[in-house]
């Protein structure tokens, strides 16, 4: 196979050291294979990328004490540090980043089949959101850079930190959404234990020393194995505060479900969704059919924000399918790096199979593939179908197939799509589009209130990282953006004294002495 020398493996990645207490500790104990299902060669098989400590019970704690003793019951040196020296071990840290593009890019390619445009638009959007989360917390800094007095009491209020955090990220955004997650809870003086994904985890390699060196000992503890092996007895020690998950709410349950005091428990999650879109009959449809390819076929539909299924109106649906099925057979299959490639391998063995079974089951319960090349087969790949028609007993209906297949449904009366996103599990966004406003206002109202973004005429998505990311029951818990993680991790905090010349008095030298880094008035540019 003809690969582009820039983009061949030529080294493998034998991680044997993992990150604890500042230190890299070696590993010469048992290790796991890393394969991506791209192949090397011209007879299919899968390539080996290198191999991770598979660590155990031992190790887990071990970084577990380490970030239980950097906080060190708030008395640590990261969560009692000046904002602007936090800041500037932050942006050391990403300094050093920027000089690992390259490498990262590669392997998000190979180890979860990412384009070459997506993956350096995941590298250069999550530098742009190190930078803008420096920001804001600057900015939360200055709001915060003064006393205010209600009925004779001064108060100094500040955000604090939470304790110890345990960052678990997802395979299908490896770079962006943990840093989501990790980034935020870093900057505002937790400390963490952070476990990669099982597909996008050699990426994190290049980073290691970058963590070891920019942060002090114990802040950050980066951990590798089975996630039933060394996040269980972690959660299970009661020494978590922060428990902080983009998967699956399976996961997430059985976690929570392991601390002994879950009350005491804060939650930062972001889960699956069945994002629906809703294209009504005076909607226009070349538009609604781009923003739904996007939708639905963005990185093999493996985006929590991926449009899961297609609402059409009847009087219009046999039109949307001719058009629809022929602009996902028109779509290049190829590797990452090949130009115009936009389906591409997926990173799990197992996944074609999967999908396979959802088809079968819709077909076998009255749905048809619309599509000419939908359900062909490859040994990494399965090749989007169109369902149509779907119904609620299939279980492309119920689940969240996190992959290439597309159901669509018609609808006659709005209530249908309206009845079905109530009854959902999730509830984290919806795509509508149309142009009448009687008809979308009323939707908007009631839409707002079973989702939480609304996108009018164009396809879900995550961005821009200003503003809120969330969702309601199974599919988040927190809100995420540069703004709201800040709070997330954190908590509202004050100094009260009665306004009194006494005590007046010792706040004036603890403000002129600079003795105290949480009582300041400072002002950070």
Same mark, same amino acid.
């Given at each position: 196979?003809?690969?582009?020398?820039?983009?061949?493996?030529?080294?493998?990645?034998?991680?044997?050291?993992?990150?604890?207490?500042?230190?890299?500790?070696?590993?010469?104990?048992?290790?796991?294979?890393?394969?991506?299902?791209?192949?090397?060669?011209?007879?299919?098989?899968?390539?080996?990328? *290198?191999?991770? +400590? %598979?660590?155990?019970? @031992?190790?887990?704690? /071990?970084? &577990?004490?380490?970030? =239980?003793?950097?906080?060190?019951?708030?008395? *640590?040196?990261? +969560? %009692?540090?000046?904002? @602007?020296?936090?800041? /500037?071990? &932050?942006?050391?840290? =990403?300094?050093?980043?920027?000089?690992?593009?390259?490498?990262?890019?590669?392997?998000?390619?190979?180890?979860?089949?990412?384009?070459?445009?997506?993956?350096?638009?995941?590298?250069?959007?999550?530098?742009?959101?190190?930078?803008?989360?420096?920001?804001?917390?600057?900015?939360?800094?200055?709001?915060?850079?003064?006393?205010?007095?209600?009925?004779?009491?001064?108060?100094?209020?500040?955000?604090?930190?939470?304790?110890?955090?345990?960052?678990?990220?997802?395979?299908?955004?490896?770079?962006?959404?943990?840093?989501?997650?990790?980034?935020?809870?870093?900057?505002?003086?937790?400390?963490?234990?952070?476990?990669?994904?099982?597909?996008?985890?050699?990426?994190?390699?290049?980073?290691?020393?970058?963590?070891?060196?920019?942060?002090?000992?114990?802040?950050?503890?980066?951990?590798?194995?089975?996630?039933?092996?060394?996040?269980?007895?972690?959660?299970?020690?009661?020494?978590?505060?922060?428990?902080?998950?983009?998967?699956?709410?399976?996961?997430?349950?059985?976690?929570?479900?392991?601390?002994?005091?879950?009350?005491?428990?804060?939650?930062?999650?972001?889960?699956?969704?069945?994002?629906?879109?809703?294209?009504?009959?005076?909607?226009?449809?070349?538009?609604?059919?781009?923003?739904?390819?996007?939708?639905?076929?963005?990185?093999?539909?493996?985006?929590?924000?991926?449009?899961?299924?297609?609402?059409?109106?009847?009087?219009?649906?046999?039109?949307?399918?001719?058009?629809?099925?022929?602009?996902?057979?028109?779509?290049?299959?190829?590797?990452?790096?090949?130009?115009?490639?936009?389906?591409?391998?997926?990173?799990?063995?197992?996944?074609?199979?999967?999908?396979?079974?959802?088809?079968?089951?819709?077909?076998?319960?009255?749905?048809?593939?619309?599509?000419?090349?939908?359900?062909?087969?490859?040994?990494?790949?399965?090749?989007?179908?169109?369902?149509?028609?779907?119904?609620?007993?299939?279980?492309?209906?119920?689940?969240?197939?996190?992959?290439?297949?597309?159901?669509?449904?018609?609808?006659?009366?709005?209530?249908?799509?309206?009845?079905?996103?109530?009854?959902?599990?999730?509830?984290?966004?919806?795509?509508?589009?149309?142009?009448?406003?009687?008809?979308?206002?009323?939707?908007?109202?009631?839409?707002?209130?079973?989702?939480?973004?609304?996108?009018?005429?164009?396809?879900?998505?995550?961005?821009?990282?200003?503003?809120?990311?969330?969702?309601?029951?199974?599919?988040?818990?927190?809100?995420?953006?540069?703004?709201?993680?800040?709070?997330?991790?954190?908590?509202?905090?004050?100094?009260?004294?009665?306004?009194?010349?006494?005590?007046?008095?010792?706040?004036?030298?603890?403000?002129?002495?600079?003795?105290?880094?949480?009582?300041?008035?400072?002002?950070?540019?």
């Amino acid at each position: 196979m003809n690969i582009p020398e820039q983009y061949q493996i030529k080294t493998l990645i034998h991680q044997n050291s993992y990150l604890v207490n500042g230190e890299l500790k070696p590993w010469s104990g048992e290790s796991s294979d890393v394969y991506s299902t791209i192949s090397s060669t011209e007879t299919y098989k899968p390539t080996l990328l *290198g191999s991770i +400590p %598979t660590l155990g019970e @031992k190790e887990a704690l /071990e970084a &577990m004490d380490a970030a =239980v003793h950097a906080y060190d019951k708030g008395q *640590g040196l990261w +969560p %009692t540090m000046k904002v @602007k020296d936090r800041i /500037e071990c &932050m942006e050391t840290f =990403v300094t050093q980043m920027k000089t690992k593009r390259e490498e990262i890019v590669k392997l998000l390619m190979w180890e979860i089949g990412k384009t070459l445009p997506d993956s350096e638009k995941e590298f250069d959007r999550t530098v742009d959101y190190i930078y803008d989360t420096i920001e804001e917390y600057k900015q939360l800094d200055r709001d915060n850079a003064k006393f205010e007095k209600q009925d004779g009491v001064y108060a100094h209020i500040r955000r604090g930190p939470l304790g110890v955090v345990l960052c678990l990220g997802p395979y299908n955004y490896p770079l962006n959404e943990t840093f989501a997650l990790l980034i935020p809870a870093l900057i505002m003086g937790n400390t963490a234990i952070f476990k990669p994904a099982k597909h996008g985890v050699l990426l994190i390699s290049p980073l290691l020393e970058a963590f070891q060196s920019s942060f002090p000992k114990g802040v950050v503890n980066i951990i590798y194995g089975r996630g039933r092996t060394v996040a269980t007895p972690i959660m299970q020690s009661g020494k978590v505060d922060v428990l902080a998950l983009i998967g699956n709410s399976k996961s997430a349950n059985a976690l929570q479900n392991q601390h002994p005091k879950s009350n005491r428990l804060r939650l930062v999650l972001g889960l699956e969704a069945k994002n629906p879109a809703i294209v009504l009959k005076d909607a226009d449809l070349d538009l609604a059919i781009d923003e739904c390819i996007a939708g639905t076929t963005s990185f093999n539909g493996q985006r929590c924000t991926a449009l899961k299924i297609v609402y059409v109106h009847e009087d219009i649906v046999d039109e949307f399918n001719k058009s629809f099925s022929a602009r996902v057979d028109a779509l290049k299959f190829g590797n990452p790096w090949e130009a115009g490639a936009k389906l591409t391998p997926l990173p799990e063995p197992d996944k074609p199979q999967y999908i396979q079974e959802l088809i079968d089951d819709a077909l076998d319960k009255g749905a048809k593939i619309v599509n000419e090349k939908g359900g062909e087969t490859t040994e990494n790949y399965i090749f989007p179908a169109v369902l149509y028609p779907v119904n609620k007993e299939m279980r492309v209906f119920q689940e969240e197939q996190f992959g290439p297949v597309i159901p669509v449904l018609s609808f006659k009366d709005i209530d249908e799509p309206l009845d079905d996103m109530a009854a959902s599990n999730y509830g984290q966004q919806v795509s509508l589009f149309g142009s009448d406003i009687n008809t979308l206002a009323p939707l908007i109202d009631t839409l707002v209130n079973l989702v939480c973004r609304v996108n009018l005429n164009s396809s879900c998505q995550r961005g821009p990282d200003v503003y809120p990311f969330t969702g309601r029951k199974d599919s988040a818990v927190g809100t995420l953006s540069v703004h709201d993680a800040l709070r997330s991790f954190s908590i509202r905090t004050f100094v009260a004294s009665k306004d009194n010349p006494y005590n007046n008095a010792i706040l004036k030298n603890l403000l002129d002495s600079k003795a105290s880094n949480f009582v300041s008035t400072d002002y950070i540019l």
